[in-house]
C-alpha cells in the first residue's frame, strides 16, 4: 500500500483493492516508451484525466505468479487474453499524460480497439460522491483509480469460481498450475512463461485427476466444465448491462451472487456491483466505516446505501484505505487436496 501504510502480503482482497505489480505498484514513466522488440500492432491513447495502471488493471491479475499477467520493472503491463478473435498478448505502458498499447497474435486489433475500455474510458469516476472521510482521503491518495471493461467473461469467470470457499493461495495455485498446462504460449515477443489460458473445449477436455492435482474439488470443477459448455452464451453477457450478465451467469449451476458480482466488476467496469458472499469484505467495510469488526453482508449493504449506483467503487476506495480490523483468529487452513 502507498503512503503511510506498509505493504501487505497480495491477497485476493489486496489484489482486488489495490496495486498490481513490482515493489507494491506499477512505476510510473514520463518518457515516451521504447516498443518491445517483434513486430506487432500499435496504438497511442490520451486519457481524459489521471490514470494509474496498477489499480486499474490490478484486478485482472489473480496473483503474483498469475502466467495470464505480468508488471514489469520498466513500468509496462502484459496480458496474455483469449478473444474472440484468437489469443493475443498486450503491453501497456503509461508516459506522461499518455498510453501506448502494443499487441501481437490473431487477437492482436481486437485488444487495441478496447484498449480504452480497458484503462476505464467508460468509466465517469466524477459522478462519486464520498460519504465518509476515509472514503474521501483514499481517493484523493488515488485519483487515478478507474475501473477496467475487459469485455471478456471467461477470463474473469473460471478463476472466480477456483476462489470459491478456498484460500487465495489454493486459488492462485489451481489458476497458475492449469493455465500452465493446458493453455498456450502468449503470442509475440511476452516475458518467459506467460501463456494465453485455455479454450473452452480444452477446459472441458482437463481429466479429471490434473483437477485434483490441482487442488480444485469435484464441485468447482463441475462449475467450470457446465460454463464452459455455454461459453459462447456466457460470453454475450459482455454486451448485456451488469445486472442482466449477472442473470444470465447465475442460471449455470454453481455460479451464485458472489461469483456473478466478482465476474462482472472486472468484464464490464460495474461500479455498483458490490460483491456479497466475501468472508472478508463486510468486516472490512464495517470496521472502516462503523467501528464494527462482526459486520455481515446486511451490514454492509447498509453502509454503503449512500453510494448506490456507485457501491463497488466505494468498497475498492475502503480497501484502498488500508484501514483492516485486526486478526483474531488463525487462517484458514490450508488443504491440498492433490496430496490425498
Not at 212 to 230: E, F, P, Q
Amino acid at each position: 500500500m502507498a503512503g503511510r501504510f506498509a505493504p501487505r502480503p497480495p491477497t485476493r482482497t489486496t489484489v482486488r483493492g489495490g496495486h498490481a505489480g513490482v515493489a507494491g505498484g506499477v512505476p510510473r514513466q514520463t518518457a515516451r516508451p521504447a516498443q518491445a522488440s517483434g513486430p506487432g500492432r500499435v496504438r497511442d491513447w490520451a486519457p481524459d484525466g489521471p490514470l494509474d495502471l496498477g489499480l486499474v488493471l490490478g484486478p485482472l491479475r489473480r496473483g503474483p505468479g498469475d502466467p495470464t499477467f505480468r508488471a514489469m520493472p520498466d513500468g509496462s503491463v502484459w496480458r496474455a487474453c483469449r478473444t474472440p478473435a484468437g489469443p493475443g498478448t498486450l503491453r501497456v505502458c503509461a508516459y506522461g499524460g499518455g498510453v501506448r498499447g502494443q499487441a501481437w497474435g490473431p487477437g492482436a486489433q481486437w485488444l487495441l480497439d478496447r484498449l480504452p475500455e480497458l484503462l476505464g474510458a467508460a468509466d465517469d469516476p466524477s459522478v462519486f460522491v464520498p460519504r465518509h472521510r476515509l472514503v474521501a482521503l483514499a481517493r484523493h491518495r488515488r485519483p487515478g483509480l478507474r475501473l477496467t471493461r475487459s469485455g471478456l467473461v471467461l477470463e474473469s469467470l473460471i478463476p472466480s469460481i477456483l476462489e470459491q470457499k478456498v484460500t487465495t493461495d489454493e486459488a492462485y495455485r489451481a489458476w497458475r498450475l492449469l493455465v500452465r498446462k493446458f493453455g498456450e504460449p502468449a503470442p509475440g515477443p511476452a516475458p518467459g512463461r506467460m501463456c494465453v489460458m485455455p479454450a473452452p473445449r480444452e477446459w472441458a477436455l482437463i481429466p479429471s485427476w490434473e483437477w485434483h492435482r490441482a487442488g480444485v474439488d469435484n464441485k468447482r470443477a463441475s462449475t467450470i466444465l457446465r460454463a464452459v459448455r455455454v461459453a459462447g452464451r456466457l460470453e454475450e453477457a459482455a454486451g448485456m448491462e451488469p445486472g442482466a450478465a449477472r442473470a444470465r451467469l447465475e442460471l449455470v449451476p454453481g455460479v451464485g451472487p458472489w461469483t456473478s458480482a466478482e465476474t462482472v466488476q472486472r468484464s464490464h467496469g460495474a461500479p455498483d456491483e458490490v460483491t456479497v458472499g466475501d468472508l472478508h469484505l463486510p468486516r472490512i467495510v464495517g470496521w472502516a466505516l462503523a467501528g464494527d469488526r462482526d459486520a455481515d453482508d446486511s451490514v454492509m449493504l447498509e453502509l454503503l446505501r449512500p453510494y448506490a449506483g456507485q457501491r463497488h467503487r466505494a468498497a475498492r476506495l475502503i480497501l484502498l484505505s488500508g484501514v483492516v480490523p485486526g486478526r483474531r483468529a488463525p487462517k484458514m487452513p490450508h488443504w491440498d487436496i492433490g496430496a490425498l
